[in-house]
């Protein structure tokens, strides 16, 4: 295993081990979550969902004009907010078209969780419930 691919398996062990610790019961979306972007807190955990769930729908997107798939760092940068607006770019959550920002917050983070066109793992045991603003959950 190189020492890469070791620190990236660490820090999800992390996030998930955190997340887990955190939760009474079944999973549940958070709609208190802090929003994430340019300007807000940055919860490294919260940012390192966002990467995680935008990368595994570049795995599986058809669309062609996708960003490179992003380092999941857990750092906010420019590389993760235009993956976001790209996200954004044609996006619908309920028939509301999303605000191009680079900001996730609740119909974006419905996006990244799995509702809108079902993008990210949206499972309910997912440990990203916690961090990722939605406007669904308890």
Known sequence: MTRKTFGRAAAALAVAGSALLGLSGTASAAQGAPYIGDGYPNNSQAVWCVQHNINHFLGITTKTDHPAPLAEDGLWGPKTKAAVEWIQEDAYVDGQKLQVDG??????????????????NGEQDSPCWPYIPTTFGG
């Open 103 to 120: 900001i996730v917050g609740p119909l974006t983070g419905d996006m990244i969780m799995g509702e809108g066109y079902q993008y990210g």
